[in-house]
């Protein structure tokens, strides 16, 4: 039986994994790297520790006994981030990631020169030109930092820049190009003309389930097709089970990301609506919190992230629990605020560590259900269930305050690593030895664990989503203010 590989360059962590061509596990890798904040507003990486691990992964995948029936490697990775490149792949600056609003100045002058009607002329919504757009960094590097700019040959993906160093060719897909295409699948003309030369540093485009080339030469699992792919959430998506039209998902990792696969396109302000690609249209509201910000709350409270949120575990909220805001880097979907800024409100000297991590947890929920509700609007339906995977949903009692807060049954299903086993299903599919990617994806994909709402608990977390909704219009000229 034959193999596939799957890599997924998270923004903590790379994760890889060997499957058999029935989903069966026979291997996998898992690294973190840092994460570099020189400056307030900045996030940073260095893509040599990406290229580092993708290494070690085949390395270490190489010496397994099915090493050499692998049949085709899938390759994903966090979305809006950027590697300035010479043309030799070399990085000429650290790869400015998903989280840094460095570019928020630059990215409002851009988003003002197109009007809504032009974005959905041009996009097929209106997406907004904000901190995390390839056009924005571009702009603020040539502001910036002229001398890379000027040596600048390529701007790329994460997934794209390790796809080019295995096989040599630089290639992107229109899927991940958010902002940048429309409802064609090529680049919109119109967005790119407001940065001079753009175009020219944008790599060219081909289907996600194209094969981009094989593996070059001198490098473990040299020949073997590797598949041009596409960003985290939609690999991640049919890691979760996720292809078909009226499914919904949460991917709970250091974000949140909301999606609902629709036909129906309302074009609302705040979600993004992807073209249409192989009958999947998707409407996504990646948010900037989830993991992360329990990440911050355990080291604010000197835990580590298991035992902050086995604090909470057991601990019940009430109506008048504190609540939080989760926007420590900004807010993307829906809000797109790169002001907005964690708040805490309701506290008292009664409360502890545990009504932090309990509020910080709420939060996130409260965030991604802020999303999903904008995402039904601009897909016009709304789902029975919401399917969900990643790293957030490991904690039975942060799944149930989601099925609480999104009325309605919240499905864990066995999506360990779903962006890395995404990318073997559609590895799979590039190589042909995947016929359907909805097929695959219900099929290698099973349910954990169903959470059911809870009436007390849905009509708690309706009242306090009401609250928190208005906590962040009220202190949002606030937060406007302390960032100067």
């Not at 701007?155 to 060719?169: C, Q, S």
């Not at 939060?363 to 897909?379: H, P, Q």
Request: with cysteine; aromatic share 6%; charged share 20%.
């Amino acid at each position: 039986m034959r193999a596939l590989i799957g890599i997924d360059i998270g923004t903590t962590a790379l994760k890889a994994v060997m499957t058999d061509a029935t989903g069966a596990r026979l291997a996998e890798y898992r690294a973190s790297y840092p994460l570099s904040r020189p400056h307030p507003g900045w996030a940073e990486q260095d893509p040599g520790d990406w290229w580092a691990h993708v290494r070690a992964a085949l390395d270490d995948f190489a010496r397994h006994p099915a090493a050499d029936r692998v049949a085709a490697i899938g390759v994903t990775s966090q979305v809006n981030s950027h590697v300035f490149a010479g043309a030799d792949l070399a990085p000429l600056a650290p790869a400015i990631i998903w989280q840094d609003t460095r570019a928020g100045a630059e990215a409002a002058a851009l988003d003002a020169r197109l009007t809504e009607e032009e974005k959905i002329a041009a996009l097929g919504a209106p997406m907004p030109v904000d901190a995390s757009h390839a056009l924005a960094r571009m702009a603020w590097m040539a502001a910036h930092e002229a001398g890379v700019r000027a040596r600048t040959a390529h701007v790329m993906a994460p997934k794209d820049w390790v796809i080019a160093r295995l096989t040599g060719r630089v290639v992107a897909d229109p899927v991940a190009s958010v902002g940048l295409v429309g409802t064609d699948l090529a680049y919109a003309d119109a967005v790119l003309a407001l940065v001079p030369g753009a175009r020219d540093l944008l790599p060219v485009l081909a289907d996600p389930l194209e094969v981009a080339g094989p593996v070059r030469a001198g490098l473990p699992f040299a020949g073997v097709p590797v598949a041009v792919g596409t960003m985290d959430a939609w690999a991640s998506m049919f890691g979760v089970g996720v292809a078909r039209e009226g499914q919904t998902m949460d991917l709970s990792g250091t974000s949140e990301v909301l999606g609902l696969i629709s036909s129906t396109r309302n074009n609302t302000p705040g979600a993004i609506t992807f073209a249409p690609w192989r009958g999947i249209t998707l409407h996504a509201g990646p948010t900037a919190a989830g993991g992360a910000a329990l990440d911050w709350v355990a080291r604010l409270t000197g835990h580590g992230v298991a035992d902050a949120a086995a604090l909470a575990e057991d601990l019940p909220l009430r109506a008048g629990s504190p609540l939080f805001l989760p926007h420590l880097a900004g807010e993307r979907a829906p809000l797109w605020d790169t002001q907005a800024r964690g708040t805490f409100a309701g506290l008292t000297a009664q409360h502890g560590a545990a009504e932090l991590v309990l509020a910080v947890m709420e939060g996130v929920v409260f965030s991604a259900r802020l999303a999903l509700d904008v995402l039904e609007r601009s897909g016009g339906m709304r789902s029975d269930v919401v399917q969900g995977g990643g790293g957030g949903t490991a904690s039975d009692r942060w799944c149930q305050m989601r099925a609480d807060a999104f009325a309605r049954p919240f499905l864990r299903m066995e999506a360990r690593d779903a962006g890395a086993v995404g990318a073997t299903v559609m590895a799979g599919v590039a190589a042909g030895l995947i016929p359907d990617l909805a097929q695959a994806a219900a099929a290698l994909v099973p349910v954990e664990r169903m959470f059911e709402p809870d009436p007390a608990g849905m009509a708690l977390a309706e009242r306090r989503f009401a609250i928190w909704r208005e906590l962040y219009a009220q202190v949002r000229v606030i937060n406007a203010a302390l960032a100067g």
